[in-house]
DNA sequence: AATGAATGAGTATTCATTCAT
DNA sequence: GATGAATGAATACTCATTCAT
């Protein structure tokens, strides 16, 4: 009766918790041998629970890897929002604030675990069509987010007038994409990656 | 006995073709349905052979596999080579044009049949770890050969010459992958993908 | 200690009222979906009891069919004891209309819930051996009562002297058997069943 | 090329026997054993062949007991058609010696291999909904040739004028059910039941 | 050389039962 | 006493691979 009011009881919070160990568990066991290679006695066994306990908690071992993915897609949609949101700056200062803290962001997230990059950029998209398209959404979703923060710059004036936002937006998605699979092999080249990336992006290539 | 000095007999051939056949068939299948929903059956009952032949042509699933992508490769190298090698040009016009004639090579390879980037970018990585290195390694070489066109373009003065060539290599290669997977969902905006791309890569995006 | 004479303390009753209320519900779950699709959990959810709690009142699965088992049976034995106990009766007229009643109640139990039958035809026997065994001993049960009827009956002059009391007996229970299973798809017909059975019964199907 | 007209090669010859072996070895299995305590590998094992082979065979284990009644069905019916059909005969002597024929057939079938009404009464009821369905369709089936036999004998004049054809034949049939019920336990009994029931049948049972 | 019948290793999933709370 | 979280034995089914024909 004492804390009957709250909605979360010790029951509750424990079996929250072991939701949230058997989805970390599932995405070690996914990035590291594969969802395909991974039997839910694998995820079970990493966290010596029985594997019929597994069941208790998701619906089926396709179920836990939407799960698995929600959880990093939250992870990266929340680096990107608040203080990140394409209309949370109005001067230059802070857009090129906002700028650097995003690039540092993602490369935290993706740079810092390289099973992050891995399961949703190696494994995800391999295992249904279904998936597949999850991705491609995140990659939309992605790309309406730059060019949102692309056109800010515009209107800024902090960039180029004439941009073709979406296609840019795109292009610049493309980048971040080849640094988060360039970090899989070589994650020391990372700093470098990204003022490379950087400088493509304000300055291009081209020899003035 | 009698042709054996001939490198191919009238047999070998027809066995060549079987080969090829297989391939693309197993293309088709991985690309379509994904490389674990296809069976081995699958494969055979698209060419109407016996599934027991397969394996007079390849060792096992995991295989013919690696044929698949050995022959997406070379596509895709070959594209990169021959008259769009990094130094098969030495004047500026020339070097334009080459930019031209890759990303227009490439555009055809991944554009015109979306089985292609799917393949490489979504089913194969997923395989196992020694596909996701291949995967990789593919990656790095075109990395390679960015870098190694990006050097020549200092050379020949029409980079800017503090340009870092690896990691800018990385960077547009990545570009590509962009438009690579944009072209799956909107394989119309291919074209306005590529001036995007260009436009970064040699004006960026910034105001002048 | 104190109410341990007494055969029912209150909390003994409660008991017995639940454990009655798991038996019904078996029932219904075991007739509507079968024993094998029937699951512990769907007969405490029936209740709205913890499944937990079904095996503070039965050993296990088993258990429970027995007694459902041991119900019904108390159920139609009940209707063919006391007032329709083979020797109950002393007259012609008596034993006519002990045999209307019989029939009436057997109609009752197996007409009105097609659930007995179906229970107790179709899947009980189908449970296991032993389940089988029970079904069994139950038919040599009816046979004997049957039997003795008839044997009333014989004695009574009112049957034919030469009747061959145990296998006519089990020729009539086929009879009211197979009323049962018709009542399952036609429960309308129940009574024109009942009189066909009575006219074959005494006087055969042979014209005269 | 030689037998290549033969709509049966041998190996199809072969194929057909060990599909007819199957049925057979999953009859014995399931009227010995239940269908539910036997295991896809026990009827594999019967054969001594692998189980997989089985799911060459049939789609699954639903699949084969619907094969196996079938086929009893099958054999039942085939003992109640050609001489045996209801309008197969014109005279008294004729419907007198077909009654007997009748008799027997049945008796052999269920009489002989307890196994079958195990099977087809026990087993096959409680397997799910739809077996339930199709043994019930099986009694109305044997309703209505009793009926059609019935309804014959009126015709000829050897049976009541006045009698309840389709409800009297469902009657009789209880009482060959209840005669291969019994079967089970006492097969010697079996002659004995068949003359009470024809007794029944033909005289009643009440003195005259 | 081609075939496809046979095989069995491998795995996801269910559910009766236990027992700590 | 009641509960339901945890458990793992049990099993149907798939499919890559082999090999006799």
Redesign the interface.
Known sequence: MTSSAEPVSRAERKKQELRREIIDAAFDCFAER????TGIADVAARLGIGHGTFYRYFQNKRDIVDHVVDDLVGRITGALTAENAPDAVSTLDEYRAQSARIGEALGRIFGEDPRVP?LL?????????AM?ER??DL??LA?ALTAAY?SH?VEL?????D??V???A??????????A??S??APE?QA??S???R??????????
């Open positions: 594969g969802y395909h290679a891995r950029l190696f494994e995800a998209p391999g295992i249904d069509r597949a991705i491609l990659f939309d790309a692309l710059g004036g902090y960039l180029r007038a941009l073709d979406e296609n840019t795109r292009a610049i998605n493309g980048m971040i994409l080849g640094t699979i360039s899989l092999r080249a470098a990656q003022e490379a990336l400088r493509v992006m304000y300055d291009g290539i081209a020899a003035r």
